[in-house]
């Protein structure tokens, strides 16, 4: 019974969804099934598939005001062997109050320094972090380094090493790069002066391609300085933040660059632009024919609060972008940017049964999700 929201194959009204064992096994109308089936009335009520939360430090984070409950951060600036799954904390009071809004997936990220370590996607269901691990690595994050140049004081001579601190922190990243390069192939040769380290090991999954880079950038100098790095080292990108994107559209369509849109509940960037510049880009995006996903905001006080994913879905919808594609922003599209769509994401046969039963459309504040 009620709307089922495929996601992927649109609404089938009072249709059925069969699954056993975590597993969806059929789709339809009037679908072959055993008599002994448990069968759950859904009414004139809505079935979605489990929301996707794509970044905030959920299960590394407890209490934002007690130091001893964070642990989202590693001392130093290049941390690529830093995981978040191992940290995670399942017991978290945080997380059953995701889940009470339909938000069933949440990208755990480590926070500090210029490379902080891998995420993982972490199912908010599971009595260890092991049940809760979704998939681990998902991605590098690398946060860009401010291009901003501080207004000079009156008689100092500032702006030569403010330039020369973002270049610093610029080849900080590809002394490591091409450090972890050279440290693939020696140990590729099985060389008896290969010495194992840790730190370049983290680095491995990335420069073989089997993750992406997660760059955290929103201002426009940020997002192209790190565009044309990740094309001159050849690494795959994915850009966290994106408050600048809806300018470099054309860039970001051309490079074929996936973003996590995070900034749909914020104030424009600059006193010249429109009051709803932040509301309209996931639309401009959409536009330009850019994947992308909307997240909640990255800032580590927000993760009590990812309760709210709908809504800034829900934001972006009220300025234009299309319904199911709002929906899709925060379920399917998350699930493809992560790489782990062929098991979430959407509710079609083989995937996995993660979805939940509201009263209402979930984009709706006023929906309250039943089961």
């Given at each position: 019974g009620g709307w089922i929201h495929t996601v992927s194959n649109g609404i089938l009204e009072n249709g059925e969804i069969l699954f056993d064992?975590?597993?969806?096994?059929?789709?339809?109308?009037?679908?072959?099934?055993?008599?002994?089936?448990?069968?759950?009335?859904?009414?004139?009520?809505?079935?979605?598939?489990?929301?996707?939360?794509?970044?905030?430090?959920?299960?590394?984070?407890?209490?934002?005001?007690?130091?001893?409950?964070?642990?989202?951060?590693?001392?130093?600036?290049?941390?690529?062997?830093?995981?978040a799954n191992v940290s995670y904390n399942p017991d978290s009071e945080l997380i059953p109050i995701s889940r009470s809004n339909g938000i069933l997936m949440a990208l755990s990220v480590p926070r500090s320094g210029l490379i902080s370590g891998t995420s993982s996607l972490m199912i908010l269901d599971g009595w260890t972090w092991e049940d809760a691990t979704l998939k681990h690595p998902v991605g590098l994050h690398l946060f860009w380094p401010s291009m901003n140049i501080p207004k000079q004081k009156p008689g100092r001579q500032k702006e030569k090493k403010d330039k020369d601190s973002r270049l610093k922190s610029i080849q900080k990243i590809d002394d490591l790069i091409q450090e972890s390069r050279a440290y693939a192939q020696l140990k590729a040769t099985g060389s008896p002066s290969f010495k194992h380290d840790l730190r370049l090991e983290g680095m491995l999954p990335v420069i073989s391609g089997e993750i992406p880079v997660f760059i955290h950038a929103n201002e426009v100098r940020q997002i192209e300085a790190?565009?044309?790095?990740?094309?001159?080292?050849?690494?795959?990108?994915?850009?966290?933040?994106?408050?600048?994107?809806?300018?470099?559209?054309?860039?970001?369509?051309?490079?074929?660059?996936?973003?996590?849109?995070t900034q749909t509940h914020s104030t424009p960037q600059r006193r010249f632009e429109q009051y709803d510049q932040p509301f309209i880009t996931p639309l401009q995006l959409f536009e330009a024919g850019i994947k992308f996903c909307i997240s909640n905001s990255e800032s580590t006080f927000q993760t009590p609060h990812i309760r709210n994913l709908p809504y800034y879905a829900a934001k972006a919808a009220s300025y234009g972008l299309p319904w199911d594609e709002a929906l899709r922003s925060i379920t399917l599209s998350t699930a493809e940017i992560l790489g782990a769509d062929e098991r979430v994401g959407s509710l079609e046969t083989g995937k996995d049964a993660t979805l939940f039963i509201s009263d209402g459309d979930i984009l709706d504040v006023r929906a309250q999700v039943t089961t």
């Open positions: 064992k975590g597993k969806i096994i059929s789709v339809g109308y009037s679908l072959d099934v055993s008599p002994k089936a448990e069968i759950i009335d859904a009414g004139k009520m809505h079935v979605f598939p489990g929301l996707i939360s794509a970044g905030s430090t959920l299960g590394l984070q407890e209490v934002g005001a007690v130091r001893a409950t964070k642990d989202y951060a590693e001392v130093g600036q290049i941390n690529p062997n830093v995981r790190a565009v044309f790095w990740a094309e001159r080292q050849k690494i795959k990108m994915v850009l966290v933040g994106g408050k600048d994107s809806w300018r470099v559209t054309e860039l970001l369509k051309n490079r074929d660059i996936p973003v996590v849109y």
